[in-house]
């Protein structure tokens, strides 16, 4: 089991939680939330996964992800061995979840 954590700057408050997706084989939970320390503007990441080695990857999926996202958040990911492409789907439904207002 790895933990990881990344901190990307942000533009925006996020004002509203969200949550995607489920911890079951080949995919992965999204948890969305308005970040701690609003004035900070920044987007904080933390990454549990259940595959050990691959801190590049993630890092490499979150860079391109916050080149177009520039919400201030706390983003959680619990992951079970999903692809890059899971990964960047379910940030993705979180990010618009939350725009729409849905609630975790």
């Not at 999926?61 to 958040?73: H, I, P, Q, S």
């Amino acid at each position: 089991m790895e933990h990881l954590t990344f901190d990307y700057p942000a533009q925006r408050a996020v004002t509203t939680r969200a949550h995607v997706g489920v911890v079951g084989s080949g995919d992965l939970e999204v948890l969305l939330s308005p970040a701690e320390n609003s004035a900070a503007l920044s987007a904080h990441v933390v990454v549990r996964t259940s595959v050990d080695g691959y801190s590049h990857i993630w890092k490499s999926v979150l860079d391109r992800f916050f080149t177009r996202y520039d919400g201030a958040a706390q983003i959680e990911i619990n992951d079970f061995g999903a692809t890059p492409g899971v990964v960047a789907l379910r940030l993705a439904e979180a990010i618009e979840a939350a725009e729409r207002g849905d609630a975790a």
